[in-house]
Nanobody
Framework: QVRLVESGGGLVQAGGSLRLSCAASGPTSSTWVIGWFRQAAGKERDLVATASWTGGLTYYLDSVKGRFTISRDNAKNTVDLQMNSLKPEDTAVYYC????????????WGQGTQVTVSS
């Protein structure tokens, strides 16, 4: 059974930093690719960043490139999202999700963690 638990959200001023962590448990095949998504109030959920078990398949949403960094520690089964130079438009609920290799189906989701950036 796959379980994803996010932590590290909170309130920060614009220009500040936060580090989100996703603790994953379950079969490696099901957590091969971990993605961070975000959903702002009244908006669709966007894929923010991804990382695979092998360190490849790294992706960043254009608006976070150069500010956010995804990192994966396979020994600890965690995937962190370091968020720097935060902007009010980064305010959202952030979710981690996982999918098996070769699948486009984000099958597993965490409960989400709120990130609020004040101006």
């Amino acid at each position: 059974q796959v379980r994803l638990v996010e932590s590290g959200g909170g309130l920060v001023q614009a220009g500040g930093s936060l580090r989100l962590s996703c603790a994953a448990s379950g079969p490696t095949s099901s957590t091969w690719v971990i993605g961070w998504f975000r959903q702002a109030a009244g908006k669709e959920r966007d894929l923010v960043a991804t990382a695979s078990w092998t360190g490849g398949l790294t992706y960043y949403l254009d608006s976070v490139k150069g500010r956010f960094t995804i990192s994966r520690d396979n020994a600890k089964n965690t995937v962190d999202l370091q968020m720097n130079s935060l902007k009010p438009e980064d305010t959202a609920v952030y979710y981690c999700s996982s999918r098996p290799p070769g699948s486009g189906d984000w099958a597993y989701w965490g409960q989400g963690t709120q990130v609020t950036v004040s101006s």
